[in-house]
């Protein structure tokens, strides 16, 4: 029986190039469990999992393109080689036969990574300019035409997302990572094309999405997930107003961007003064375009504290959407410890909520 209290999240999502059974989205979530770089049996069986109990669109795990620094670690699934694109087809299959949606988020983790870090120890971390997260020099800056070829093999990513039948692409713009380093002042001091104030700087995403869209085609969706914070820093700003979001998000319509993913730790939190909309809400006024919001759906404290969290209510949430503040959801933790929440939700069976813990970071549900 349907419980109509959450009636909004299991309305249909129909936009000129997406349509989803219902407004629910699995965020994407780093679990490491891809032995070798490929995602096996196990990874496929997980997200299926997820599609059969009724979970909207399938965001994967960042998964790295095709350079040697692209990820840290050797259990990190990679979107390059012949192992790891079969891989990904056989995880895209199992969702499918499951009636799922799913698209692969596109990763390079930049400064963050350490040299040494598999799968590729002799990699130096690349970034803008050589800089850490912190602002210390690390490596000497990316030279343009490295920069391009970065491009570039963002590109023959969604290209190979499009061939092995995903449904659409996430590009992963935010917490620091890559491209967020590039929209970052404290970590792009260029004074190339990619550099500049915080709308040059976002010259580097600009050519990605641009790339990416030559690949795919009009009709396929492309999702952009960006964010303020930054995994050292949860109260940096890339904009300070709505008028600054706008200069921000406009050269990103333009290149093509479908759908982005405002990405927050807490979905209830008003960005900016004087109004109560989140970031994805501004987002979604600004560009027209429809958004993701997400951040501690269902639980009472943020994904960045990983020791744990209870169930909450969903009734702010449910509010905002049921208003069009935004348009989808996606959920991380809720999800990742339970393949059944969206189901359960659903069928309001909230007494068989379960709270998250920490051991579940250490298994694929
Ligand atoms: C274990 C774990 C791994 C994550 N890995 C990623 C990732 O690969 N890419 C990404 O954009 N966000 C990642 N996130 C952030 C989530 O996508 C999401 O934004 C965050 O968990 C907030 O949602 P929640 O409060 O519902 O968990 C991760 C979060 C968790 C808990």
């Not at 890339?238 to 600054?244: A, F, G, I, M, Q």
């Not at 970031?279 to 958004?291: E, N, R």
């Not at 949430?317 to 959920?331: M, T």
């Amino acid at each position: 029986m349907t419980n109509q209290t959450t009636k909004p999240l299991f309305k249909p999502f129909s936009s000129d190039k997406l349509h989803l059974v219902n407004r629910t989205v699995m965020a994407p979530m780093t679990r490491g469990f891809s032995p070798g770089n490929v995602p096996n049996e196990e990874v496929a069986a997980y997200y299926r999992r997820r599609a059969e109990n009724e979970v909207g669109l399938i965001i994967t795990e960042g998964t790295g393109i095709n350079h040697p620094a692209s990820v840290s670690g050797e259990n990190i699934p990679v979107f390059h080689g012949e192992q790891a694109l079969n891989g990904w087809a056989n995880v895209v299959k199992e969702v499918h036969e499951a009636g799922g949606k799913i698209a692969p988020q596109l990763w390079h983790v930049g400064m963050t990574r350490s040299t040494g870090d598999l799968p590729n120890k002799e990699a130096a971390p690349v970034g803008p300019s050589g800089l850490n997260l912190n602002g210390e020099k690390v490596n000497e800056p990316l030279s343009t035409e490295e920069v391009e070829a970065l491009v570039e093999s963002y590109a023959k990513a969604a290209a190979d997302a499009k061939r092995i039948g995903f449904d659409a692409i996430e590009i992963h713009g935010a917490h620091g990572y890559l491209i967020d380093q590039f929209f970052w002042g404290n970590t792009n001091k260029r004074t190339d094309r990619y550099g500049g104030d915080f709308v040059k700087r976002t010259q580097f995403a600009v050519e990605i999405v641009e790339a990416c869209r030559r690949e795919v085609g009009e009709d396929f969706p492309i999702i952009f997930r960006f964010s303020q914070w930054k995994m050292n820093d949860f109260q940096a700003q890339l904009v300070s107003s709505p008028d600054e979001l706008e200069r921000f998000l406009e050269p990103l319509v333009e290149a093509g961007v479908d759908i982005f993913h405002c990405s927050t730790r807490r979905f209830w939190e008003s960005e900016f003064e004087g109004s109560s909309l989140n970031l994805a809400g501004w987002t979604k006024q600004i560009s027209g375009k429809p958004v993701i919001s997400v951040g501690s759906v269902g639980l009472d404290s943020v994904f960045t504290d990983f020791s744990g969290a209870e169930t909450s209510s969903l009734d702010g949430l449910v509010d905002k959407l049921d208003r069009d503040e935004f348009d989808l959801v996606a959920i991380g933790r809720s999800l990742l410890m339970d393949p059944e929440w969206v189901k359960k939700v659903h069928e309001g069976r909230t007494d068989d909520m379960l709270a998250f813990n920490k051991e579940a970071m250490q298994k694929l549900y």
